[in-house]
């Protein structure tokens, strides 16, 4: 039997009562919700695919795969085919697979090519150039995802994203000032002009119709692998590159290999979770968080308080810290993930936390948050009547990456390149700073904050979970998951709260408004925490799996997100 806190079983028996009084009305609290199907993503169009899989017959896996070409189309600021990202998937017999398809470093890459002459960070090389591009990963991930899970034909659910982009959808209000805000950039750095730059301005609402994306994804829907990363997108890629003083080349893409990696798992509570082990720190990093507050009653404490935060944030800046020093990509780097996850580890870090003082950020680095820029990853959490699940993070790094558009093939190339630690100590667009363990090498892997993940009891599905938020994602997943687990909420609930972070470096809580409250800031304040407002944090969009077998999607209000249930 599932053991649901009290408040949890009040909001599910109301939301019976009142679902069985009128079927279309949402209750109070609770998300979209279904019986066979959930498809949460950033973008309406998205979802609206997703769930025309299910419905045909798909499984989660098909759908995943057709919500991931089609983000590549309708939301072009993190959804990709020219980025990566990390798939997390359990089957309806409870296995649970994980798919590493993040990008890599080009073979010409070097340990310290975004220094300049005078050995420091040269501003923007690493992120706002074509130096920023690693080898892309999406498209051999999707291959290889629906080679193993499909039970639709590749066709099926690569044709919904072609038809999209050669006929054209209508952009949100969002896009609209999103795509805005970079046409001079996007002029800037391309010689032609792409589909992303209109002649006057975006208006919510206006047809984005890509041509040249639709003919690249016809090649990857005909000759599959080589539709990418041989033939003609592949030249067209390569060609960008000289044009534009980039590195990959046709070797680079002929050897990009998406890899299957062992989940990172563990239990919190009564639950058992999996998520991404490295290249991404999300699994790890959420492993030490959960172990680390498993040492008090977090329900107790009550939802953003001034000691559920302080003992939050306390962990977070030791887990951020170990981030920096031990993480990067497996196969260049010793990683001691069972040392930095063994309970008595994590119990010796939970004893260093002190309950009425904060412990200030050991270190002269202040890394500085560079939020101006726009920050767009993405994740969908997808659930099928059969008990498949996906949870999915995708992204290009930066909105539209490095924002320069591949002439012919209609796609952004990602600027990943930035989450390497370009220089020990120097803080990239995050003000994530790491060490020699995230150095780049040629082929390497960039260490990653993403962490898709699922949550199960008493073996069975209980949810899907997931954020964008570069630095952020981790801490977001940490908070919707206790939200659920340790404060009673729902999903939506769980989604929509409100959030603060703490990344060890700066040695500053970011909230958002209204996250904390005034009298709580201030006594954080004299503990020694040190407060700073900010905008939104993450975009999660999951899934929770109720008694009785109703989904119920939280999508995320800070976006554009949709859930849609069936
Ligand atoms: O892999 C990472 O951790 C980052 N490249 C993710 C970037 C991101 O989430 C931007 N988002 N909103």
């Given at each position: ?6 408040k ?27 019986k066979?199907?959930?498809v ?6 998205a ?6 899989i299910?419905k045909?017959?798909?499984n989660?896996m098909d759908?995943a795969?057709?919500v ?11 959804g990709?085919i020219?980025?990566?990202?990390f798939?997390?998937?359990?089957t309806?017999?409870?296995?649970v697979?994980t798919?590493?398809y993040?990008?890599?470093?080009p ?5 310290d090519m975004?220094?300049?002459p005078?050995?420091e960070?040269?501003?923007g090389?690493s ?30 659910v ?22 805005n805000?970079i ?5 800037e750095?391309n010689?032609t002009k ?8 975006w ?5 984005l119709?890509?041509?040249?994306l639709a ?10 692998r080589?539709g990418?990363y041989?033939g ?6 390569v060609d960008?590159m ?18 299957w ?5 563990g ?9 991404m ?19 008090w ?6 939802h ?14 030791r887990v ?15 990683i ?8 008595r ?7 260093e936390?002190?309950k ?10 202040y ?11 993405t994740?969908?959490s997808?659930?099928?009547?059969w008990?498949n699940?996906?949870?999915?993070t ?13 002439k ?9 390149m930035?989450?390497f630690?370009s220089?020990p100590?120097?803080p990239?667009?995050y ?15 960039m ?23 570069g630095?952020?994602?981790i ?12 404060h009673g909420?729902t999903?939506?609930?769980a ?5 603060f ?5 700066p040695d ?6 209204e996250a904390?409250d005034?009298?709580?800031v201030?006594r954080l304040?004299s ?5 700073k ?18 989904m119920?999607g ?6 554009d997100d949709?859930?849609?249930?069936y």
């Amino acid at each position: 039997m599932y053991q649901f806190s009290w408040k949890q079983v009040v909001i599910f028996l109301l939301s019976i009562v009142l679902l069985s009084s009128c079927a279309e009305r949402v209750p109070v609290g609770m998300g979209v919700t279904g019986k066979q199907g959930m498809v949460v993503t950033a973008h309406p169009e998205a979802s609206r695919i997703g769930l025309m899989i299910l419905k045909k017959g798909g499984n989660a896996m098909d759908a995943a795969v057709a919500v991931e070409f089609a983000l590549a189309v309708c939301y072009p600021a993190a959804g990709n085919i020219a980025g990566g990202g990390f798939w997390v998937t359990r089957t309806s017999a409870g296995k649970v697979y994980t798919l590493d398809y993040r990008e890599k470093a080009p073979m010409a890459a070097s340990r310290d090519m975004f220094l300049g002459p005078d050995g420091e960070v040269a501003r923007g090389l690493s992120s706002e150039t074509i130096l920023a591009a690693g080898v892309p990963g999406t498209v051999d991930g999707m291959l290889k995802a629906h080679e193993k899970f499909g039970s639709l034909p590749w066709n099926s659910v690569i044709q919904p994203a072609i038809d999209m982009a050669r006929n054209g959808f209508r952009i949100t209000k969002a896009q609209a000032i999103s795509l805005n805000s970079i046409q001079t950039t996007i002029l800037e750095r391309n010689t032609t002009k792409p589909a992303f730059v209109n002649d006057s301005t975006w208006s919510e609402g206006d047809l984005l119709i890509q041509t040249d994306l639709a003919n690249t994804l016809e090649r990857i829907r005909d000759f599959r692998r080589d539709g990418f990363y041989a033939g003609q997108t592949a030249q067209y890629i390569v060609d960008q590159m000289k044009e534009s003083g980039g590195l990959i080349t046709l070797e680079d893409l002929a050897k990009y290999e998406s890899v299957w990696r062992e989940p990172i798992e563990g239990d919190y509570r009564n639950y058992h979770f999996y998520s991404m082990a490295p290249p991404s720190s999300g699994g790890v990093a959420l492993k030490q968080l959960l172990g680390i507050l498993s040492n008090w009653d977090v329900a107790s404490m009550g939802h953003n308080t001034v000691e559920s935060v302080h003992y939050m944030v306390e962990a977070e800046k030791r887990v951020y810290a170990d981030r920096a020093e031990y993480l990067g990509d497996p196969a260049f780097t010793e990683i001691p993930v069972d040392k930095l996850t063994e309970p008595r580890y994590l119990i010796k870090r939970a004893d260093e936390i002190q309950k009425e003082r904060a412990t200030p950020s050991d270190s002269v680095f202040y890394g500085k948050i560079v939020l101006k820029e726009s920050l767009e990853t993405t994740h969908y959490s997808i659930a099928d009547q059969w008990g498949n699940a996906v949870s999915a993070t995708t992204t290009l790094n930066g909105g539209y990456g490095c924002k320069i558009v591949v002439k012919g093939g209609g796609f952004f190339l990602n600027n990943e390149m930035d989450d390497f630690s370009s220089k020990p100590g120097s803080p990239n667009l995050y003000g994530l700073i790491g060490n020699e363990a995230n150095a780049i090498a040629p082929e390497k892997r960039m260490l990653s904050c993403m962490t898709p993940t699922i949550i199960t009891k008493d073996h069975k599905l209980f949810m899907v979970v997931g954020s964008p938020g570069g630095s952020t994602i981790i801490t977001s997943v940490f908070q919707t998951v206790l939200n659920v687990i340790d404060h009673g909420m729902t999903m939506q609930q769980a989604v929509s709260a409100k959030r603060f972070h703490h990344q060890w470096l700066p040695d500053i809580i970011q909230y958002e408004p209204e996250a904390i409250d005034t009298v709580s800031v201030m006594r954080l304040t004299s503990m020694g925490q040190h407060l700073k407002k900010t905008g939104k944090i993450g975009r999660v969009d999951a899934i929770l799996i109720w008694p009785n077998g109703t989904m119920e999607g939280g999508a995320d209000p800070r976006g554009d997100d949709t859930a849609k249930g069936y």
